[in-house]
C-alpha cells in the first residue's frame, strides 16, 4: 500500500524551464528526503528535511532546492533544467534513523 | 572508496531454491542500521529487512531473514522458496550517524535477480 505519493508520474520538459516535483507521505514520518536515480539504478541523495532543517547534499547543483510546508510535504524545485538533469527523481519518508519508505518516483526527460 | 559493496551484480535461481545475497560495509560509527530494499520493475523501491548493529537478534520478515557478522562488516539477505515474483533488483544499504543531526544512507550497487519457474 503506498503511502508516500509522488506526482507528477512523469515530466517532460524543455532545457532551462523550471519544474517542480511535489511529495506527500501519510505515514506521519519525521524526515523526508529526495534522491536522484541514474540509468544504473544508484540512488544518491539530494536533500533530507527533518524537524524544519535542511540537510543539503553538497554535490547538489544550486538550481535545485527544496520546499516544505509541513512535515508530511517535501516538494522538489528545478530552477533551470539541464540536460544532465533527465533521472528518475525519488521521494522517500522515514522516522529518523529508521528504513526509509519510498515514492514510486518522478521520470524527467529534458529535451 | 565505495562504502557499500555487493559484489554480486546478477544472481538466478530456480523457483523453490534459497539465495543468499552479500554485502559489505565500512563504516566507523558505533551505531548504524543495515537496510535491504527490493526494487521493482515498476521502479517502486520496497523495504525488506533491518538489521541494527546493536542488535544479536536474527532479524526474521517472512521469507527473509539476515546473517549478520559484525565483526566482518558484512550482512546476507537470505530470500528462501524463491518465486518467480522475487526477481527484482536488491540494494543493500548502511545508515550512519554522521553528526549529532545528520544521518546518512548509502546504497550499494544492488544486484539483480532473476527466478525462473
Known amino acids: 500500500e503506498t503511502a508516500v505519493f509522488q506526482t507528477p508520474n512523469y515530466h517532460v520538459t524543455q532545457v532551462g524551464n523550471e519544474v517542480s516535483f511535489n511529495c506527500k507521505q501519510t505515514?506521519?514520518?519525521?524526515?523526508m528526503y529526495w534522491y536522484k536515480q541514474d540509468s544504473k539504478k544508484l540512488l544518491k541523495i539530494m536533500f533530507s528535511?527533518?524537524?524544519?532543517?535542511?540537510?543539503v547534499n553538497e554535490t547538489v547543483p544550486r538550481r535545485f532546492s527544496p520546499q516544505s510546508s509541513d512535515k508530511a510535504h517535501l516538494n522538489l524545485r528545478i530552477k533551470s533544467v539541464e540536460p544532465e538533469d533527465s533521472a528518475v527523481y525519488l521521494c522517500?519518508?522515514?522516522?529518523?534513523?529508521?528504513?526509509?519508505?519510498f515514492g514510486p518516483g518522478t521520470r524527467l526527460t529534458v529535451l | 572508496a565505495q562504502k557499500v559493496i555487493q559484489v554480486w551484480s546478477t544472481a538466478s535461481r530456480q523457483e523453490g531454491e534459497e539465495l543468499t545475497l552479500d554485502c559489505s560495509y565500512e563504516?566507523?560509527?558505533?551505531?548504524?542500521?543495515l537496510f535491504w530494499y527490493k526494487h521493482l520493475l515498476s521502479g517502486e523501491m520496497v523495504f525488506l529487512i533491518r538489521?541494527?548493529?546493536?542488535?544479536?537478534a536474527k532479524e526474521r520478515s517472512g521469507r527473509y531473514s539476515v546473517v549478520f557478522q559484525k565483526s566482518l562488516k558484512s550482512i546476507s539477505l537470505v530470500i528462501s522458496a524463491l518465486q518467480p515474483d522475487d526477481s527484482g533488483k536488491y540494494f543493500c544499504?548502511?545508515?550512519?550517524?554522521?553528526?549529532?543531526?545528520?544521518?546518512?544512507?548509502?546504497f550499494g550497487s544492488g544486484t539483480r535477480l532473476q527466478v525462473y519457474a
Open positions: 522517500a519518508s522515514s522516522y529518523w534513523g529508521y528504513e526509509q519508505y
Open positions: 528535511y527533518n524537524n524544519k532543517q535542511l540537510i
Open positions: 544499504a548502511l545508515w550512519e550517524l554522521v553528526t549529532q543531526v545528520v544521518g546518512q544512507l548509502t
Open positions: 563504516t566507523s560509527q558505533v551505531l548504524y542500521h
Open positions: 538489521q541494527m548493529s546493536s542488535s544479536t
Open positions: 505515514l506521519g514520518h519525521d524526515t
